[in-house]
């Protein structure tokens, strides 16, 4: 079978610090009889997940895994070019990368346009992009479609399977998800209950925030105070207790 990856930076094998370390490896290497192709790029929203769905779907993809994102990161296509998505790097005669290069996309961490093409758009051309980008992230009405079409991709598309994972918390609502990956991973090694403590006798407040990084580094499971990308000690985790048991079935 072949099986795509379309998803942010928790999906993705170009992340810095994750590689052969990560999680989507580690499947790969589980199941070797099948191809893998990680479409997912760090800071990528649902307008890149629908056009690598399509190049999915040409590639005959059977198996869709994907995950969760900020309903609010935007996308615009700048350039000409023959392939929708261009192979970035063939990691293993069973595992590929693939990244889209013509385009500018806007994520709310960096709070700014950036562009993945080139050349860049002429220089009035490029004001327009990223006016455009920043006004469509802000708008109700966009972020209300991606969180309708997120819950409805399954029935959207005839894929054999549709593995939807809740590696976060629900970026766009903090009440919900909370029995996603990043929890388990916690709470497994007891950094949960630890700010849960924390926060029960100072108040939710900046120090319990400061306590989770503390704690998730102490624990080697992430990558630096800055990164908080999972370690290898944390992808192994995660793949062991909440990737396999998720997969035995379909890929065995």
Known sequence: MKIAFIGDSFSAYDQEGQGKNHWTWLLSQHFRQHKYYNYSLGGRGYDYYRLALLDAKMKDVDVVVTNRTFNHRTFQHYGDTLEMFEVLTEVDDNYTTLVYNYHYWYSVHSDTVM????????????????????????????????????????????????????????????????????????????????????KFERGVSVASDELRKNLLIENDLIISYEDDHWSPKANKWVFDNYILPKFVDILS
């Open 115 to 198: 562009r993945n093409t080139k050349p860049p758009a002429p220089a009035h051309i490029e004001k327009s992009i990223k006016e455009a980008l920043a006004a469509q992230s802000m708008s109700t009405a966009y972020q209300n479609f991606n969180n309708n079409w997120y819950d409805n991709m399954d029935s959207l598309y005839n894929f054999k399977h549709i593995i939807k994972l809740e590696l976060l918390a629900d970026p766009n609502d903090e009440y919900l998800g909370l029995d996603n990956a990043y929890i388990q991973l916690m709470k497994a090694f007891n950094v949960d209950q630890q700010v849960q403590r924390d």
